[in-house]
Structure formats: C-alpha cells, structure tokens
C-alpha cells in the first residue's frame, strides 16, 4: 500500500511559479510511474504530466507543455511539478498518483492517489 502526501500548492498571481511536491511512502516508490493530474471546480479530472520510472522520461498535456516540469528523486521518494508561466485557468486541487503503465495520461491507469492540494491563480 503506497500512500501520498501532496504539498506546495496555494494562491500564486498570474505569471507566477509554484513547486509541488508529492511525497510517497509504503512501497518501493522507484518502481511506480507517477502522475500529477488536476482538477477544476465542475470540471473533471485531467492529466497534467506523468515521468516514467527507469529512465525519467515525461510526457505532458499540451495545455502545460513548456510551462509545467516533472521530476522525481527517488532516494527520497518524492516527485515533484515545477509550474511556471501560471494562468487563471491552471486553478484547480492538484493530485499526485502512482502506478500504472508509461505514458499515463488516464485516470484509471493509477493504483494510488494523495489527497490533493489545491492551487490558485489570480488574474
């Protein structure tokens, strides 16, 4: 059982930058695709980015394609979501997710998901 903790979100103007972080624990994390995916007020949820667990390799939504930047460090089970260049329509609870086959860009592809964080862009 994998369990993750998300962090970093908040209230960011337009233009800005926010790191997230998801934290993992409880499973050999540096064998799990990872996945961040949002999800708007009313909207439902969408993939955002996904990195690959062998050789770090990422795919992207087009919405966040060159904005938005995966990584992950697995000595400390941790992946992170570097978004740049914020816009009022990035606002949504952003989650982390694990497992799955790469590239992820479904849902229904992860086992295990965190609790979500939520960020918001002012305009």
């Known amino acids: 059982q994998v369990q993750l903790v998300e962090s970093g979100g908040g209230l960011v103007q337009a233009g800005g930058s926010l790191r997230l972080s998801c934290a993992a624990s409880g499973g050999t994390f540096s064998r799990y695709v990872m996945g961040w995916f949002r999800q708007a007020p009313g909207k439902e949820r969408e993939f955002v980015a996904t990195i690959d667990w062998s050789d770090d390799a990422t795919h992207y939504a087009d919405s966040v394609k060159g904005r938005f930047a995966i990584s992950r460090d697995n000595a400390k089970n941790t992946v992170f979501l570097q978004l740049n260049s914020l816009k009022s329509e990035d606002t949504a609870v952003y989650y982390c997710?694990?497992?799955?086959?790469?590239?992820?860009?479904?849902?229904?592809?992860?086992?295990?998901w965190g609790q979500g964080t939520q960020v918001t862009v002012s305009s």
């Open positions: 997710a694990a497992g799955g086959v790469f590239p992820g860009t479904w849902a229904g592809q992860y086992t295990y």
